[in-house]
């Protein structure tokens, strides 16, 4: 096992792609050179900037691209209770304004990317966790279900009370790919390991990826059944779960991001005994890179463990004092990657 860094991060998401926040409800621009100079622009999910996972993700290959390209970007943030067609204008107000590509950062976005697309031919989309038809739209998706099965390896090995949690955002296809990795993973590892499993909503209108009380609650009420290992794939309501965890002083593990390293979460990272990571960074960043070498990616692109478009951090030292949870992981890599375990989607 090994952290994904983010040079091999970036590597990596541009060759299988070739293959196969602060300013609510606004933009914020880099500098460029002047107002055609623009490139990148995403629209965040349920969430946005600050959730510390799957939206900070995406605004990190953001930054990248602004660094390396020196060109205008935009992030905009989503508003409570929107619609798609609220989605639709945000999309269209960015390819309005001369950016390229525009990305929406999650699948609430299919539907209104759709739309959007088919109205503005020489403008590259992307779509994070959904696929989109499209001659320029690049669908960006990774194999959740893989990174969780390392997760689920790892909790069970880390479990003293046979007893684990997985604290899902909404109940939705997506996420139903995580706790299937994580109980097979588990179960795989420890037959002997109950999973406890809950979802905080049945919408995202309801607060289930932006909600940290309901996942605390959640985490508790787990953690009070002697779970001493969650995973929550649930945005920002993770922050809930950790938060949850490191008061118990029980492990937690991230999503998305290496949580162990955000900021944000500083005061629980002691608790954070590994992050299940998707390189949303690395593919937003491939495909803006891609538009600006005048090779606008298109299509359906599948990150997972063989390509390292997914894996499980190692960042904290903790980590490598569970007994044979190293080991046990590096050994479920291997068999994925190879072919010889089959990781469930549902």
């Excluded at 499209?134 to 909790?155: D, R, T």
């Excluded at 790919?177 to 909503?201: C, H, I, M, N, R």
């Excluded at 949303?280 to 070498?293: M, P, Q, R, T, Y």
């Amino acid at each position: 096992m090994r952290r994904i860094s983010r040079l091999t991060r970036v590597a990596v998401g541009v060759a299988s792609l070739a293959l196969a926040a602060t300013a609510c409800g606004g933009t914020s621009g880099g500098s460029g050179d002047g107002d055609d100079d623009k490139g990148l622009a995403i629209a965040y999910d349920v969430g946005g900037k600050g959730d510390q996972s799957f939206n900070d993700a995406a605004y990190a290959g953001l930054e990248q691209a602004k660094k390396e390209f020196g060109y205008k970007t935009a992030d905009i943030e989503p508003t409570d209770g929107e619609t798609d067609a609220d989605k639709e204008q945000r999309l269209t107000s960015l390819a309005k304004q001369g950016y390229n590509p525009v990305i929406g950062v999650g699948f609430a976005y299919g539907p209104a990317m759709t739309a959007v697309a088919a109205k503005y031919p020489d403008t590259t989309f992307g779509i994070v966790d959904s696929v989109v038809e499209g001659k320029n739209v690049a669908s960006l998706v990774f194999a959740e279900n893989e990174a969780s099965y390392l997760a689920g390896v790892a909790a069970a090995k880390a479990s003293k009370t046979k007893t684990v949690g997985f604290v899902g955002g909404v109940n939705v296809p997506l996420i139903h790919k995580f706790e299937a990795g994580f109980a097979q993973g588990v179960k795989d590892t420890d037959p002997k390991v109950k999973v406890l499993s809950q979802y905080l909503t049945q919408t995202a209108e309801e607060g289930g990826f932006s909600s940290p009380d309901k996942g605390k609650a959640a985490a508790e009420g787990q953690i009070e059944k002697k779970a001493d290992v969650v995973y929550a794939a649930a945005g920002l309501s993770g922050q809930g779960v950790i938060e949850a965890a490191a008061k118990a002083k029980i492990w937690a593990i991230g999503v998305d991001s290496d949580q162990y390293k955000q900021e944000a979460l500083a005061a629980y990272k002691d608790s954070i005994l590994t992050s299940a990571l998707k390189d949303i960074d690395g593919a937003v960043f491939a495909l803006a890179k891609s538009v600006e070498d005048g090779k606008p990616l298109t299509g359906t692109h599948t990150f997972d463990l063989k390509s390292d478009g997914v894996g499980l951090s190692d960042s904290n030292p903790k980590f490598a004092e569970v007994s044979g949870a190293k080991e046990a992981v590096d050994k479920a890599k291997a068999g994925i990657v190879g072919g010889s375990i089959k990781v469930r989607t549902e």
